[in-house]
């Protein structure tokens, strides 16, 4: 964060990686850039309409049929030679996969829902910001949940809370929701796995900041930045930060807490005796510029710069730092 670099080639760092994290996106063999839908049958189209619209809050946007299938297009995807037409709805809900309902009318197919060890066996799993909201909505609508929801203690996936739930045609779904991460993000992993929650949405109530909410935001944040002991320090960067808060300068990049940490430690070491302190800061909304002086007592304001703040129900979710110009 304070290392002499200029503003111009923090900006360029920062708008290079977002070009790298594109082009992982979308550079493969066969250029798939993600999941477009998810498609299912369902017995009653009328009925998983109302599920998915006024139980799940989804929104139909497309319909195609009732189309008639042709003898050859059924031998094709082995299907009953006496199925009747087709309908097709394609339903929307936040961000992330549509999902599209087939109904056949007069479907001759099975009307048995594969097992949870059946070959083709799947399920849909939509994330909450909180679960326990979810559930006890759901709940309200008659919706049958199978067990409590379960938090992973530990591997891969520790932290993600989830729980199964059944459509009222016996298929089986999932609520899920991870708001500190998993735990392979603590390794910080060349690719992360994509989440709706990653997903840029318009801010919410909660995180928008009072005055005293920002005055209490940068006192502890700059005193988790002076503090010395690395200890001490992990200690209240996990009371004010997220655990895969992403940190960036214009040499450094680091998700997890640990990272965080350990970049300050070597920042304090390349500069001893010297301590950040509060020129100004402001907000929109979740987003917060808290701008800084940074120095020893001689030279308090040595150093200058900015850091760009995103807030998630009160911790910092990411902190991108720039160095102000006027200091070579």
């Known amino acids: 964060m304070m290392k002499q670099k200029t503003f111009l080639k923090t900006v360029s760092f920062v708008l290079l990686a977002?070009?790298?994290?594109?082009?992982?996106?979308?550079?493969?063999?066969v250029s798939l850039l993600g999941v477009d839908h998810v498609g299912i049958n369902v017995p009653d189209l009328q009925q998983a309409?109302?599920?998915?619209?006024?139980?799940?809050?989804f929104h139909v946007i497309t319909q195609i049929g009732p189309v008639p299938l042709d003898s050859n297009w059924k031998k094709a995807n082995h299907m009953h030679q006496a199925t009747g037409?087709?309908?097709?709805?394609?339903?929307?809900a936040g961000d992330g996969a549509n999902i599209e309902l087939f109904y056949y009318d007069k479907g001759k197919g099975s009307t048995i829902q594969p097992g949870g060890d059946d070959i083709g066996a799947t399920h849909i799993a939509f994330y909450t910001s909180d679960i326990k909201a979810s559930i006890a909505y759901l709940k309200s609508k008659g919706v049958t949940f199978l067990g409590e929801p379960f938090t992973m203690p530990a591997g891969d996936t520790e932290g993600e809370t989830w729980v199964y739930f059944l459509t009222p045609w016996g298929a089986k779904m999932e609520l899920v929701t991870y708001p500190d991460g998993k735990g392979y993000e603590k390794n910080n992993p060349g690719i992360k796995l994509w989440s709706p929650k990653e997903v840029a949405v318009a801010p919410s109530v909660a995180d928008t900041l009072s005055g005293q909410q920002l005055a209490e935001l940068a006192t502890r944040h700059l005193e988790n930045w002076n503090n010395t002991d690395a200890a001490s320090r992990l200690k209240g960067l996990t009371a004010l930060y997220t655990t895969n808060v992403i940190f960036a300068d214009a040499s450094y990049v680091s998700t997890g807490l640990d990272g965080l940490n350990t970049f300050i430690g070597h920042l304090q070491q390349e500069h001893p005796g010297f301590r950040f302190s509060l020129d100004r800061i402001d907000a929109n909304h979740h987003l917060v510029r808290l701008f800084w002086n940074y120095g020893d007592k001689n030279h308090p304001a040595l150093v200058t710069g900015m850091d760009m703040i995103t807030v998630e129900q009160g911790k910092i979710k990411s902190l991108y730092a720039f160095l102000n110009t006027e200091h070579k």
């Open 49 to 57: 309409v109302h599920f998915f619209t006024d139980v799940l809050d």
């Open 18 to 29: 977002i070009l790298l994290t594109s082009n992982t996106r979308s550079q493969n063999k």
């Open 85 to 92: 037409p087709v309908t097709i709805k394609m339903s929307r």
